[in-house]
């Protein structure tokens, strides 16, 4: 079983909808939690980073974690087409050696 | 503020051979990281140093890669003799701190290819 499983995608969505992107973990001594967005041939970028159960919103996104359950989730509010890019969620036990999801690829429809 | 550097970009060579990636982190960052992201996966740390000194290389196949951090700059990954798995994008990341959580700051990466 891997230490990070993430649902594999791809998604295609027309401009506007909810994108909603899950992880499950195993490890539970991890403290933190991030998403990194990868655009096509560029490095992960941070997009969101929480280390507490409940919900974290930055605009248009809302990082969702679950202690109990091993389970985050990263929604995106009204999708762009510069949304479109793949999502990875990362997490950490708080030495900054991160677990990688293996990705989901969004495609967001104009 | 500079972010982290790498080259090459794209590099093909034949299997057996050697090839070396260089890596250049943000400007007083004292941690570096190598990962591997091979197609459709995420990325798989294979080595980090704090200054110059190795913390982890726990995943770094010690019989064809190796890799240096000289003067806690600069680091060199290089993979000797490649195979055809080693197929996949080395990215390097750098960070100001070793504990705690915050943001690790990735290259571009150097995308490889083994035939």
């Known amino acids: 079983q891997k230490e990070v499983e993430q649902d594999p995608g791809p998604l295609s969505v027309p401009e506007g909808a909810i994108v909603s992107l899950n992880c499950t973990y195993s490890?539970?001594?991890?403290?933190?939690f991030m998403w990194y967005r990868q655009y096509s041939r560029k490095g992960p970028e941070l997009l969101m980073y929480?280390?507490?159960?409940g919900n974290k919103e930055d605009g248009r996104f809302t990082a969702q974690v679950d202690k109990s359950s091993k389970y985050i989730s990263l929604f995106i509010r009204d999708s762009q087409p510069s949304d479109s890019a793949t999502y990875l969620c990362?997490?950490?036990?708080?030495?900054?050696?991160?677990?990688f999801g293996a990705g989901t690829t969004v495609t967001v429809r104009a | 503020e500079a972010g982290v550097a790498q080259s090459p970009r794209y590099k093909i060579i034949e299997k057996r051979q050697s090839v070396a990636f260089w890596c250049n982190p943000i400007?007083?960052?004292?941690?570096l990281y190598w990962y591997q992201q091979i197609l459709g996966q995420g990325p798989k740390l294979l080595i980090q140093?704090?200054?110059?000194?190795?913390?982890?290389d726990s995943q770094l196949p010690k019989d064809r890669f190796s890799a240096e951090r000289l003067k806690g700059v600069d680091s060199t990954l290089k993979i000797q003799p490649a195979k055809l798995e080693d197929s996949a994008v080395y990215l390097c990341?750098?960070?100001?701190?070793?504990?705690?959580?915050?943001?690790?700051?990735f290259g571009e990466g150097s995308r490889l290819t083994v035939l």
């Open positions: 990341a750098s960070s100001l701190l070793i504990l705690g959580a915050g943001e690790l700051f």
């Open positions: 490890n539970s001594a991890f403290q933190y």
């Open positions: 929480t280390y507490s159960s």
């Open positions: 990362a997490m950490s036990e708080g030495d900054y050696k991160l677990s």
């Open positions: 400007s007083g960052h004292a941690t």
């Open positions: 140093f704090q200054n110059n000194g190795v913390v982890d």
